[in-house]
């Protein structure tokens, strides 16, 4: 597929007038679309930019570090959609030295409609409906766990959250979502994959973003559990539930535990899944949210260090308050 491409010089110009800390309030202005645990996506409100979505990932010390991430995050995106079979927004990069020698590098996306998103469109449809929207993400995500049976010498992950798939074509207002629906899956920035057995991402990048005093905790307490779990089909199930606690539907958790455990006896007997139970769900988030949360305030405690101490710049955008149950 042919890559997306934007003028650099705009992205550059951007750059120059970013608040990190107010990312509207920039000289270009930007709009905050989503955000993720580590990172945050946003349009750019400029001429020639309209209509994509920018993700920022300033952790590359230079330039010789960008290199082997793009080749793995190219490789990803086309393993994903060639040999996997999933589709994708089209997808592109824009890579460059920023006035203060930062190198930035941004992933570029078309950007797709708010309400498409699989965590807005859970709030437009009644309850039946939900549970066979996520039966129907199962099954995309099955395409993973298939390729991975099948092949000894790659191994690929994938962060099944509802919030990363988008419905094709989704109108909040149908109120159903039809078998024959086609999802995108948008959350290639972490590429996960493992060839012979070797995971193909430097897991130190990851680090980068985190505020220094915490890196050898991070790397010690959970950089392995984070790093693994996406390769696993009933621990990204059980994250795709726990997700509906964050999305204040904690309620329908019951019923889509029984979505997901007919799922596996039914549509994927071959690959032999554990049943998941509620408890099983309900202690996941608990430990999950106490990861993160942790992991953000810790951040903006850095945040606070870097520039209010020690007047230097820093460089990311972080989410504001998450809600959560
Ligand atoms: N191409 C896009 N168009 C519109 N919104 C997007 C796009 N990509 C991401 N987003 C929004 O930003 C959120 C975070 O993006 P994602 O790629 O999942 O990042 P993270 O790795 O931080 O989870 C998504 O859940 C979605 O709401
Ligand atoms: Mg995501």
């Not at 909040?172 to 590429?191: E, H, I, K, N, Q």
């Given at each position: ?37 580590i ?21 590359f ?11 793995s995050y190219?490789?990803?995106?086309r393993?994903?959609s ?14 460059f ?14 950007q ?82 493992r060839?012979?057995?070797v ?10 973003s ?116």
């Amino acid at each position: 597929m042919e890559e997306l491409r934007v003028d650099t010089e705009l992205l550059r110009e951007f750059e120059r007038g970013l608040d990190p800390r107010h990312p509207e309030r920039s000289r270009i202005p930007a709009r905050v679309l989503g955000y993720g645990e580590i990172s945050t996506v946003f349009e750019i409100r400029a001429e020639g930019l309209e209509g994509y979505a920018f993700k920022r990932l300033p952790i590359f010390k230079d330039r010789e570090e960008i290199e082997p991430y793009l080749a793995s995050y190219r490789e990803y995106n086309r393993i994903l959609s060639e040999e996997v079979g999933l589709s994708l927004p089209a997808y592109g990069h824009a890579e460059f030295v920023s006035d203060s020698g930062r190198p930035v590098f941004y992933i570029i996306q078309e950007q797709l409609p708010a309400h498409s998103i699989g965590n807005a469109a859970i709030h437009h449809l009644p309850d039946s409906e939900v549970l066979a929207l996520v039966r129907m993400i199962l099954r995309e995500e099955k395409k993973v766990w298939d390729f991975n049976r099948g092949r000894g010498d790659l191994e690929v992950a994938i962060d099944g959250q509802i919030s990363n798939w988008s419905i094709v074509g989704f109108e909040p207002g149908a109120g159903c979502v039809d078998d024959s629906v086609r999802f995108l899956y948008m959350d290639t920035s972490t590429p996960l994959f493992r060839v012979d057995g070797v995971e193909q991402l430097d897991p130190e990048l990851f680090l980068r973003s985190a505020p220094s005093f915490l890196v050898w905790m991070i790397r010690l307490l959970f950089l392995e559990d984070v790093m693994t779990r996406y390769y696993d089909f009933r621990l990204v199930t059980i994250d795709l539930i726990a997700n509906f606690y964050k999305e204040q539907r904690a309620e329908l958790i019951p019923a889509l535990v029984g979505t997901a455990n007919e799922f596996f006896a039914e549509e994927a007997p071959e690959h032999g899944v554990e049943p998941i139970s509620e408890k099983d769900v309900a202690s996941y988030y608990r430990e999950d949210r106490i990861i993160w949360a942790l992991y953000l305030a810790l951040r903006k405690f850095d945040r606070f260090l870097r520039t209010r101490l020690l007047r230097r710049e820093y460089p990311y955008i972080l989410p504001g308050k998450i809600k959560r149950k």
